[in-house]
């Protein structure tokens, strides 16, 4: 969901700003001049780069960075099949799924698809029910968990699994989500409870079996494993904030569990193969009535609120608080209306339980799904391991997608143990590894380097904060992003997905666009800075775009300490541009017409073929193509060059800003491999063991349909998958797809 200047779509929950706190702009630090040095260290690039292009993945080790230990047993050998072989797949506007010569791109399993034998197959009408036993909508981040043919948990299988699928969102217009009603649904409230029902059960999570027969993958309807989470499953709330004050509610007095996950987006595959699943933009979903910063008399979860987007008057996204008096409904309003001190008669503190991590044993769905609070709270994307090393600490990396928010790094307290990565028990792998640990935040230098700050009670920004007061560590971890305020990370473009790449530990972030930053900036924007770079202005037909439409990927390396350092390097990998984009200072990473891209979103390294996975979701570029998904293989940190951009300034004079442009792609190291259908963007992506099957989801195709046009097919702007021959009516559905090679290869060669 990431349309910043679209006209036709009414809203935007991902594109956010809720942070004007005063951290000190890099541009103020860059001033300073302080000491710069080079990026680069002795032969480490040039090594991972030979490693890396000689056997497509392989453990590297250099001086500082550990080689990883492989969790899952060791893929068999492959050839050494040239990677991004394929030829590029032009941009496109075609209602359809583009993929090179030679591969075939098959849907397997769509909104409404039935997840048992009972469910009625999907009318796709507005007249189907029960979405708790279908797919849910907007599907998202995904990951693979193979099955062997006696249908236990296998790392090996290539050829029967479990997708853990989230369902992030809805398309709607105003309040509705309108394909999924007969008549589109109420754009005023209240909003019928039937209504709601549905919008309400197609958010969430699915377990879904599939199978390959032949060279056809299909998901299994009545398999045992498949699974739903929605935002009515009992969660349960473990780690530091398990139990604390700010999560009791009348749903949970003991602040132990909460109702429900909502807005899944990225996704992580633990060392323990227990499924990963980031909360993004919940807090659009609730509601505070316009005099209730009174009714909790001014007390500091007003400032919380304001801080994650909920001033009081904040309207919510569909109206689902206004379709009854049932506490599934009520819980959405989060005024306080209850004459209690603790919030246990109210939903009050119903929004701090969202916005977490949250952890899920794919094969058990006996076993609760729980709420990771040690990883912090906030508008959480995907959830990245560092490479395990055995006897070190894990590693996870986040980011918080918002406008101007913030990189984030959780290191655990125990250590790794390599035979945890086949206890039979994963909820209790998460219980040992994710409970305990230190969050830390970036905050990124103009020389290149970095710190990880901690987040924690005892730093002094923290404890003597005059924004927030914060009682203990658990408050710190729920308000996250206030602690992160105080210790001054780095504002950045929007941090989306990450990824690790699993040759050499670096980590890569997506920082998809931004609006709100500019040369000659309001009170409410930001100058660039050396890992935020650009603010220019870029054309979409006649309408202009200004910030960083584009966006750009920034990559990181640990210093000293590997998962666990607290200071990196960093350097910006790619910038997303126009081909013919004009200026010296958008298309930096001077990308062709084979490569040039929009606000990348979706980010995964293949663990296979080490191949890097980017996938956009675009408002800017989508007057000349659909959203895509490149293939890449990056180099390292420091393998570019530091660049100083003179930014001209309205008054005639120019900001400079030092950025480090990472070594620029060739046509061999950066191509595009997919284009979607109309008004999607693409997203997730897991891959079966052997590298030869891959899947990924097309996320709300026709998004920009007009409500007013539901009863006309002709004008909606996508009837994508009913126009590929999947399923019945021609509403568009979200879909995950599978792409294989004719000829039986791996993807990306
Ligand atoms: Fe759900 Fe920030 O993408
Ligand atoms: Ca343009
Ligand atoms: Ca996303």
Same mark, same amino acid.
């Given at each position: 969901m990431n349309k910043p200047n679209d006209p036709v779509r009414a809203i935007d929950p991902d594109d956010i700003d809720c942070n004007d706190s005063p951290n000190e702009h890099f541009n103020t630090v860059l001033n300073a001049r302080l000491s710069r040095r080079s990026?680069?260290?002795?032969?480490m690039a040039s090594a991972a780069t030979a490693i890396f292009g000689a056997v497509g993945l392989s453990a590297c080790s250099s001086d500082d960075s550990p080689g990883p230990v492989?969790?899952?047993?060791?893929?068999p050998p492959v050839p050494a099949e040239k990677l991004l072989a394929f030829a590029a797949v032009p941009k496109s506007l075609a209602d359809m799924v583009t993929v090179p010569a030679g591969y075939t791109a098959s849907v397997i399993y769509a909104l409404?698809?039935?997840?048992?034998?009972?469910?009625?197959?999907?009318?796709?009408?507005?007249?189907?029910?029960?979405f708790d036993t279908r797919a849910g909508d907007h599907h998202d981040g995904m990951e693979f968990y193979g099955l062997s043919a006696t249908g236990s948990a296998s790392t090996?299988?290539?050829?029967r699994g479990l997708l853990a699928v989230n369902h992030e969102a809805t398309t709607d217009a105003k309040?509705?989500?309108?394909?999924?009603?007969a008549n589109g649904?109420?754009?005023?409230?209240?909003?019928p409870a039937a209504e709601v029902d549905k919008e309400i059960a197609i958010h969430g999570v699915s377990v879904v079996e599939v199978k390959k027969t032949g060279t056809a993958w299909a998901y299994?309807?009545?398999?045992?494993f498949n699974r739903r989470l929605t935002p009515l499953s009992d969660i349960e709330l473990s780690g530091?904030?398990?139990?604390?004050?700010?999560?009791?509610?009348?749903?949970s007095p003991t602040a132990t569990k909460t109702r429900g996950t909502l807005n899944n987006c990225g996704t992580g595959k633990s060392p323990w193969g227990s499924f990963l699943t980031g909360e993004e933009?919940?807090?659009?979903?609730f509601t505070r009535g316009a005099a209730d910063d009174a009714a909790r008399g001014n007390d500091k979860s007003v400032t919380s609120l304001k801080r994650y987007g909920?001033?009081?008057g904040a309207a919510s996204r569909?109206?689902?608080?206004?379709?009854?008096?049932d506490d599934k409904y009520a819980r959405?309003?989060?005024?306080?209306?209850?004459?209690?001190l603790d919030g246990s008669d109210d939903y009050?503190?119903?929004?701090?339980?969202?916005?977490y991590i949250v952890e899920m044993?794919?094969?058990?769905?006996s076993k609760s799904a729980k709420k990771r609070t040690a990883l912090g709270r906030y508008a959480h994307e995907s959830a990245a391991f560092g490479n395990p090393v055995a006897g070190q600490p894990l590693a996870v990396y986040m980011g918080d997608d918002s406008r101007n928010e913030y990189i984030y790094k959780f290191v655990s307290s125990a250590v790794w143990a390599a035979?945890?990565?086949?206890?039979?028990d994963r909820v209790a792998m998460g219980d040992k590894y994710l409970d305990s640990g230190k969050l830390y935040v970036a905050r990124m230098n103009p020389d290149g380097s970095g710190q990880w700050i901690e987040l924690n009670i005892s730093n002094a920004a923290i404890a003597g904060n005059s924004v927030y007061k914060f009682a203990d560590q658990a408050d710190v971890l729920v308000n996250a992003r206030l602690a992160a305020d105080a210790v001054g990370a780095t504002k950045m473009d929007r941090p989306e997905w990450c990824s690790v790449n699993?040759?050499?530990g670096e980590i890569y972030y997506s920082?998809?666009?931004?609006?709100?930053?500019?040369?000659?900036?309001?009170?409410?924007q930001l100058v660039p800075d050396g890992p935020n770079p650009r603010a220019y202005t870029d054309m979409k037909g006649s309408s202009a775009q200004s910030g960083n439409p584009n966006g750009h990927l920034l990559r990181m390396k640990e210093g000293a %300490?590997? +998962?666990? &350092?607290?200071s990196f390097t960093w350097d910006v990998y790619l910038f997303g541009a126009?081909?013919?984009?004009?200026?010296?200072?958008?298309?930096l990473s001077s990308l062709t017409a084979d490569q040039d891209f929009s606000s990348p979103d979706g980010l995964a390294f293949s663990p296979y073929t080490g191949i890097c996975w980017i996938q956009t979701d675009d408002g800017a570029y989508t007057d000349v193509t659909n959203c895509m998904m490149l293939a890449a293989i990056p180099g390292t940190v420091g393998d570019g060059a530091k660049v100083t951009l003179n930014h001209p300034k309205a008054n005639g004079g120019t900001l400079a800003v030092d950025t480090y442009v990472g070594k620029k792609p060739t046509a061999d190291t950066l191509k595009r491999f997919l284009v979607g259908p109309a008004g999607c963007e693409i997203t997730g992506l897991c891959e079966t063991p052997d590298g030869k099957s891959m899947f990924i989801n097309i996320q709300?195709? %026709?998004? +920009?349909? &007009?409500?007013?046009?539901?009863?006309?097919?002709?004008?909606?702007t996508s009837q994508w998958p009913s126009n590929a021959g999947?399923?019945?009516?021609?509403r568009p559905r979200s879909a995950t797809i599978v792409i294989t090679k004719n000829d039986g290869g791996r993807i990306g060669t």
């Open positions: 990026l680069l260290r002795g032969g492989t969790p899952t047993p060791t893929p409404g698809d039935p997840l048992n034998g009972t469910t009625p197959a999907y009318k796709n009408d507005g007249t189907d029910d029960n090996s299988s290539s050829e309040l509705s989500s309108f394909f999924l009603h649904g109420a754009t005023t409230l209240p909003r299994v309807r009545e398999s045992s530091p904030a398990r139990g604390n004050a700010l999560l009791t509610t009348k749903y933009n919940w807090a659009g979903y909920r001033a009081q569909h109206g689902w608080e206004s379709a009854g008096s959405w309003d989060i005024s306080r209306k209850g004459a209690s009050r503190n119903d929004i701090n339980g969202m916005g044993d794919p094969y058990d769905k035979a945890d990565a086949s206890a039979p699993p040759a050499n920082l998809t666009n931004n609006s709100n930053r500019a040369v000659d900036p309001t009170s409410s %300490g590997a +998962t666990a &350092a607290t126009e081909a013919g984009a004009s200026g010296g200072f958008v298309n709300h195709p %026709g998004e +920009t349909t &007009a409500q007013a046009n539901l009863g006309d097919p002709s004008k909606y999947y399923g019945a009516g021609k």
